[in-house]
């Protein structure tokens, strides 16, 4: 079995009966039990499930296949923090990095309102995600702030050598050399620090009635550019949804938070990425049930909006 089939197959595992007992008694003392547990769709790094005790009412268990040194203990840091911004977020409740409770790390957190989904079209939740991340942009950043959080972003550290495992063309050459080029200037003048998520798209909110409820998975915050954010979310949309929706995202954020810098040339550092990576994205995106998404359309998507960018670089 491959790594990836494995990683899937463990994602989708119910955890153990006799873990789920160790971890109840943890948070909840020796009288506390699980009386039900269902599992939480969409994400591809871990295995997830909503998980009701009996006293004390749902929470959210977050099991690693891996024993990644300190991953959860970091993102039970970065939650922590989370909890400052002007918009709802899981809260941690206890962490098991050592394995106790079914032998491979986990996190229980609070459940939030609402639920992930996939939007089968563009609508006025689009600017409901982007009202959404301008209020994560917008928390307020002290001076000291946890080493968790000043981890180096992504416009420091993505390889623009993703190119060479795709079918050389004149537009992944200009992907390219726009991302060299934006890696030198982010390296070079870092401009004013936000915090990000570092993951942000509509699959990582929680939706209720159309409209974003809670934002979730906070396993990458960090501090940087806000233009990490705004660009990493269009082009999400625009494989998810057409270049049109990607549009809509980066307009209303404009209007309510200001212009984004150098928005373009952050798009297509993004595209370039996806591009290599879009096959390991389709998981999630059909987790969440667009059967109707496959690897065919989400590729033409990519080089339709990187032609749109590049345009426009």
């Not at 229980?108 to 939007?119: C, E, I, N, T």
């Not at 928390?139 to 968790?148: L, Q």
């Not at 954010?229 to 980066?250: K, N, P, W």
Request: proline share 5%.
């Amino acid at each position: 079995m491959s790594d990836w089939a494995a990683r899937q197959r463990f994602n989708a595992a119910a955890p153990a009966a006799d873990g789920l007992a160790r971890m109840a008694r943890a948070i909840g003392g020796r009288q506390a039990r699980v009386v039900q547990v269902r599992r939480l769709v969409g994400g591809v790094d871990a295995s997830t499930h909503a998980v009701r005790l009996e006293p004390g009412g749902w929470v959210v268990l977050k099991r690693l296949r891996s024993s990644a040194a300190g991953e959860l203990t970091r993102e039970f840091d970065r939650l922590t923090f989370a909890t400052r911004i002007d918009f709802p977020t899981p809260e941690p409740i206890a962490l098991d990095e050592a394995g106790r409770w079914f032998g491979t790390p986990a996190l229980v957190m609070s459940k939030v309102d609402g639920a992930p989904r996939l939007h089968d079209r563009r609508g006025s939740w689009i600017d409901s995600l982007a009202d959404a991340l301008v209020r994560v942009h917008g928390t307020s950043v002290p001076a000291e702030v946890p080493e968790v959080l000043q981890a180096r972003h992504a416009g420091l550290t993505i390889d623009p050598a993703v190119a060479e495992h795709l079918r050389p063309s004149a537009r992944v050459e200009r992907l390219r050399a726009v991302t060299v080029a934006m890696r030198k200037q982010v390296a070079r003048t870092p401009g004013p620090r936000a915090l990000l998520h570092h993951d942000y798209h509509h699959g990582n909110v929680t939706w209720e009635r159309g409209r974003a409820a809670a934002i979730i998975d906070w396993n990458e915050a960090r501090l940087g550019p806000v233009s990490l954010d705004v660009s990493y979310c269009s082009v999400d949309l625009a494989m998810t949804h057409g270049i049109r929706a990607a549009e809509q995202f980066t307009d209303r954020y404009e209007i309510v938070a200001g212009a984004v810098p150098d928005l373009r040339r952050w798009q297509a550092m993004w595209v370039l990425s996806d591009m290599r990576w879009v096959s390991y994205w389709l998981t999630g995106f059909q987790d969440l049930g667009a059967a109707h998404l496959g690897l065919p359309t989400l590729r033409r998507r990519l080089r339709a909006f990187a032609d749109h960018v590049l345009e426009r670089c």
